[in-house]
């Protein structure tokens, strides 16, 4: 294990004693590897695994950079979900504090003038592309100032749907700027846009290596389990019910995510929902009482995909399967984090198993996807529902089989977490 210390690579004292009142004391592999280069103004393209630090790696260097007497925004990470981006906020603001620096986060769906006042002063901003190019049209903010840009989640924010945006707030900036990406999947597909938005990057892979424990492969479990569309959600009830720690399902559409909450809090279940289609305040309110493990199961889209760091959510679950390779990675990412193990199981009806095979196959996962049965024989079904009241026969895909749940001991479990 590494005994290098934040101070061996260039972070401020005052900065490592906040970091180190949670417990944060040595670096990880992506900071270890970022920061350096980053306090040196370096442009980079930095792809690491998701959980293992990217924040820190680009936020320290970000906060370090601002001068201490600036005014107004110096340095902006976007992000693509105002989730993320008030995560990065939360995470970064107390060790911003620790230099007399203000954060602020510029999100649709609040109060754009209250959001703007907080917005000219802070010299950190954290936001969503939309809203900061409203605040921009509107004289609200000024970015002349900022001399560094993150894109975090860099690959989504290069996709159709947000590099106009991005490319709009981009020509606001001076071309003297650092540009550092970041993302647990920065591939080919983005390469040549990553490379006209950096300056002569350096490209930085790090290991999914935390604390020196196993690679993030090694610490999920990963299993996919044959399921017929008609018998997804008793399959879904009957892994949930055997769950005790915060579990995430993923669902294709926004009313599929609602549906889905409010099945399995009619199966007397603990779940909430979270998608684009609830008000901002909603949002906050759903992620909010999940994190606090208020409500166990939260029905997400992938609103809730890239960046959400959560301790303890243990189990991910596919209830729609992933639209490709890289979506699952993030999707099932939400766990397993920080050096920590967790679990993440992906339903497949027959007429999707062509598809999860791919990506299973990309993962090197064939021995978990051989489980579900399709893998040899083509798409058959392998379980099939009796009805929800009745004895539910246990998936027989599943690649670790659990002792069926005690009877009535397997519903709501409020405030069973620990910490
Ligand atoms: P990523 O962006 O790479 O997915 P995050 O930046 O969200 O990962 O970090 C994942 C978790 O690891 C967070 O809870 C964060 O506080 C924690 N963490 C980051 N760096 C360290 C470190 N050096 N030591 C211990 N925990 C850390
Ligand atoms: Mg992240």
């Given at each position: 294990m590494s005994t290098i210390t934040f101070a061996d690579i260039g972070v401020e004292r005052r900065i490592s004693e906040v970091l180190a009142q949670r417990g944060i004391e040595q670096p990880f592999p992506v900071q270890e590897m970022v920061i350096p280069r980053a306090l040196e103004g370096e442009d980079l393209q930095v792809k690491a695994p998701t959980g293992s630090g990217k924040t820190l790696a680009f936020g320290l260097p970000l906060i370090q950079g601002i001068p201490a007497t600036a005014q107004g925004p110096c340095a902006l990470v976007l992000a693509p979900t105002r989730e993320l981006a008030t995560q990065i906020t939360e995470e970064l603001a107390p060790l911003a504090r620790a230099r007399g620096i203000r954060t602020a986060t510029v999100v649709g769906g609040v109060d754009i003038v209250r959001q703007a006042k907080g917005a000219k002063t802070a010299q950190l901003v954290v936001a969503?592309?939309?809203r900061l190019i409203d605040l921009v049209r509107r004289r609200l903010i000024d970015l002349r100032q900022v001399t560094s840009l993150v894109l975090d989640e860099a690959d989504r924010m290069l996709d159709m749907g947000f590099m106009p945006q991005v490319n709009d707030i981009v020509a606001l900036l001076t071309t003297e700027r650092q540009t550092m990406l970041f993302s647990a999947t920065l591939g080919p597909?983005?390469?040549?846009?990553?490379?006209k938005l950096t300056n002569r990057a350096v490209r930085l892979e790090a290991s999914g290596d935390p604390a020196a424990s196993a690679p993030i492969g090694e610490r999920l479990d990963q299993s996919f389990v044959a399921c017929a569309h008609s018998a997804r959600t008793d399959t879904l009830l009957d892994l949930l019910r055997d769950e005790d720690g915060l579990t995430i399902v993923f669902c294709r559409t926004k009313r599929g995510a609602a549906r889905l909450a409010e099945k399995l809090e009619g199966a007397g279940l603990s779940a909430g929902a979270l998608h684009g289609d609830l008000t901002q305040r909603q949002r906050e309110r759903a992620l909010k009482s999940f994190a606090q493990g208020r409500t166990r199961i939260l029905a997400a889209t992938d609103v809730a995909s890239r960046g959400i760091d959560l301790d303890d959510?243990?189990?991910?679950?596919?209830?729609?399967?992933?639209?490709?390779?890289?979506?699952?990675?993030?999707?099932?990412?939400?766990?397993a984090r920080a050096g920590r193990s967790g679990r993440?199981?992906?339903?497949?009806?027959?007429?999707?198993?062509?598809?999860?095979?791919?990506?299973?196959?990309?993962?090197?996962?064939?021995?978990?996807?051989?489980?579900?049965?399709?893998?040899?024989?083509?798409?058959?079904?392998?379980?099939?529902?009796?009805?929800?009241?009745?004895?539910?026969?246990?998936?027989?895909?599943?690649?670790?089989?659990?002792?069926?749940?005690?009877?009535?001991?397997?519903?709501?479990?409020?405030?069973?977490?620990?910490?």
């Open positions: 969503t592309p939309g597909q983005v390469a040549d846009l990553a490379d959510l243990q189990l991910v679950v596919n209830f729609d399967p992933p639209e490709d390779h890289d979506t699952y990675t993030h999707r099932v990412g939400r766990t993440a199981v992906t339903l497949v009806a027959p007429d999707q198993a062509a598809d999860v095979g791919r990506i299973a196959a990309r993962l090197g996962l064939d021995e978990h996807w051989a489980d579900t049965g399709y893998a040899q024989s083509g798409p058959r079904v392998v379980y099939r529902s009796r009805g929800r009241r009745g004895p539910t026969p246990r998936p027989a895909a599943a690649s670790r089989p659990r002792p069926p749940a005690a009877a009535g001991g397997n519903r709501v479990r409020r405030g069973s977490r620990t910490a």
